[in-house]
């Protein structure tokens, strides 16, 4: 049974750090990127980061470079979303996602985790 479970999430002060992970498993995770989504209320959902299968390569949206580092432990199925600096406008459900390398259909979710930024 495949499954991705996100962890991590909570209510933070702006300028404060969190540690999100995502933890995978009924999958062979290696052959997986895997990437950060969130979503606002009342936005659409936006890629946030993106790690290669072997975790040798990232990619992140502006709005977070320099704030956010997305890593990757492949001998534990586990992705870590670490983010600084936080600002009330990274306020979303956050959502870890795994995509195969080579075959486009094969597509796996979690449920979210809520991050809140706020004084």
């Known amino acids: 049974q495949v499954q991705l479970g996100e962890s991590g999430g909570g209510l933070v002060q702006p300028g404060g750090s969190l540690r999100l992970s995502c933890a995978a498993s009924?999958?062979?995770?290696?052959?997986?990127?895997i990437s950060w989504y969130r979503q606002a209320p009342g936005k659409e959902r936006e890629l946030v980061a993106t790690i290669t299968s072997t975790g040798s390569s990232t990619n992140y949206a502006d709005s977070v470079k320099g704030r956010f580092t997305i890593s990757r432990d492949n001998s534990k199925n586990m992705v870590y979303l670490q983010m600084n600096s936080l600002k009330p406008e990274d306020t979303a459900v956050y959502y870890c996602n795994a995509h195969h390398v080579s075959l486009a259909t094969v597509d796996y979710w979690g449920q979210g985790t809520q991050v809140t930024v706020s004084s």
């Open positions: 009924g999958f062979t995770f290696s052959f997986y990127v």
